[in-house]
């Protein structure tokens, strides 16, 4: 009799569900049905049109990304730190309880140590090189970030150091809101690119926009290695 | 109608469509608190696609002036994919956010399953 119940419960809320993303995927093509979508215009057409005037930045998302939302950007990063910082106070309270780990595979253990340099090597690659080819702060701290997860699987008690990790993410983000006080005072805006703009395509061009995105890069790095850290061998 | 479906976007959006219906439909059924988790992040998956998608135009490159050919004239919309760089990294944090919380769950209840959950006091 109970059972019968419990089946029948089952039985509508999975109809009341289908309903529910039958609806949605109405929406959502009625809202696609909408759009123009061959023809750029607006503020993109802005963007892609004087992107090189503005910034000589070769990559345009970057110069959107650093430049022209640089603001946003700010934001964002700040709401990675206070996840990473929420996530510290969730998982705080007691130590890192010692776990019996299956040792790892003879590859993962003498691999990763001269891997962990190239990756680290590779991600700073991809956040220098920011303003010239697909990539950016985020995309190569995430890189390095997957380096010392690579470092925490393969060696039991890695420890991180949680020093130099601090120090890292506030120097960083220390760097990108000087970055912006100086343009808001010598150009009277906020994040306003300051330096010299260069010649497109080379290493030192778009102004301040590779120093900031050097600075993301870091504290993004820093901040993933960090709640990596944490995440690591707190549950028996 | 033949334009319609002719159309490169629509194929995309079908699959996208089902990314997050099954994103949808996993949060909206399943009683395990890290299933509902994975299920959020197809979720944000499908979202990301579907921005990547709205910028798309059917034969242009991306936004970046790597060769002295390209122009402004042969390039998809970037703004999207200044936004979904952006909302990669912001649902990485707030998975892992989730996650810590589904931990101190399960220390404190000693089970994941929702239902379960819901009935104990405490």
Redesign the interface.
Known sequence: MKSLGLKRRFRI??IF?FL??LY??FQ??SV?AL?D??N?KG??KY???N??KDTES????TS??VNY?GF??LG?VT??FL??T??AA??SGERKKKRKKTPANAMLHYGSKPLLAIVVLFGAYIFIHGH???G?G?QGG?VIATGFLMMLLAFEGYEIKHGYVKWAESLAGLTFVTVGLFGLFLLGSFLANFLPLGK??ELFSAGVIPIIYVAVGFK?GSE?TG?LD??MG??E | MKALLMNTHYIVLAGILLLMVIGLFGALTKKNLIKILISLGIVDTGVNLFFITIGYVNGKTAPIFSKSGLTSQNMVDPVPQALVLTAIVIGVAVLALGLSIVIRVYEHYGTLNVSKIKKMRG
């Open positions: 809320k999975n569900v529910v993303v949605f995927a959502f093509f696609f759009l979508l061959n750029i503020v993109a963007y892609l049109e992107d090189i070769a990559n345009v998302v959107i990304v939302r946003d950007t964002e709401v990675l996840a990473a929420g996530l969730i998982l010239l080819s697909p950016g985020f995430t497109v395509g993004v993933l709640l944490n995440m707190v549950v």
